[in-house]
């Protein structure tokens, strides 16, 4: 059974850093691209970030390049979201996903599979 699994989500100040995982289980994922995605309260869920199957090549939205990161370690079969310089926009329930193909989550917004989600909130 496949299985998407984010931590690593709270509350913050406006200006802090929160780092979110994902750990993905059940199938072979180190083919898969994997992404982020958010959706914040009365609005449609949006890409935040994703990461080639190697890790070489990454894609930001434009509203958190330069202050997001994504990362991965196939080893572990894990995605991480390093979240700096926070603002109170970015307050929103994040998701993991991943897919074979990275176009479908950076262009599409679409995806094979989805984890639960996690909340983050950042304070002004």
């Known amino acids: 059974q496949v299985q998407l699994v984010e931590s690593g989500g709270g509350l913050v100040q406006a200006g802090g850093s929160l780092s979110l995982s994902c750990a993905a289980s059940?199938?072979?994922?180190?083919?898969?691209?994997m992404g982020w995605f958010r959706q914040a309260p009365g609005k449609e869920r949006e890409f935040v970030a994703a990461?080639?199957?190697?890790?070489?090549?990454?894609y930001y939205a434009n509203s958190v390049k330069g202050r997001f990161t994504i990362s991965r370690d196939n080893a572990k079969v894990m995605v991480y979201l390093q979240m700096n310089s926070l603002k109170a926009e970015d307050t929103a329930v994040y998701y993991c996903?991943?897919?074979?193909?990275?176009?479908?989550?950076?262009?599409?917004?679409?995806?094979?599979?989805w984890g639960q989600g996690t909340q983050v909130t950042v304070s002004s």
């Open positions: 996903a991943v897919d074979p193909v990275v176009r479908r989550l950076t262009v599409y917004s679409v995806a094979d599979y």
């Open positions: 059940g199938r072979d994922f180190n083919t898969y691209a």
């Open positions: 990461v080639n199957w190697n890790g070489d090549n990454t």
